[in-house]
Nanobody, 123 residues
């Protein structure tokens, strides 16, 4: 019913930049918020950035000042601009959308996930 399609991952040198994109499609009534999470080998999945329907954003200290999340509401698309990348940013990055499907009550909120895109920061 809902698909999240990510793009933009790859290999980059330390200090470099990458831009991730995630487009949500399907029978969507409303998106409450979208965000990016990442999971490195042997570690738990962690929040990287989140943006609400109103445009409010939140970042953990580990990426604050280096990563910027933005959105295009008309396209149900969220972007993650990652600058000054470090080797410790290496992980699989997952897009998340918290939304309500068409035909459902506003209280019927669910989370959907993309398939993940690999980001590798290495010289």
């Amino acid at each position: 019913q809902v698909q999240l399609v990510e793009s933009g991952g790859g290999l980059v040198q330390p200090g470099g930049s990458l831009r991730l994109s995630c487009a949500a499609s399907g029978r969507i009534l409303i998106i409450n918020h979208m965000g990016w999470y990442r999971q490195a080998p042997g570690k738990e999945r962690e929040l990287v950035a989140i943006i609400t329907s109103g445009g409010n954003t939140n970042y953990p200290d580990s990426v604050k000042g280096r990563f910027t999340i933005s959105k295009d509401g008309a396209k149900n698309t969220v972007y993650l601009q990652m600058n000054s990348l470090k080797p410790e940013d290496t992980a699989v990055y997952y897009c998340n959308a918290n939304l309500v499907l068409s035909g459902k009550f506003f209280s019927d909120v669910n989370d959907y996930w993309g398939q993940g895109t690999q980001v590798t920061v290495s010289s």
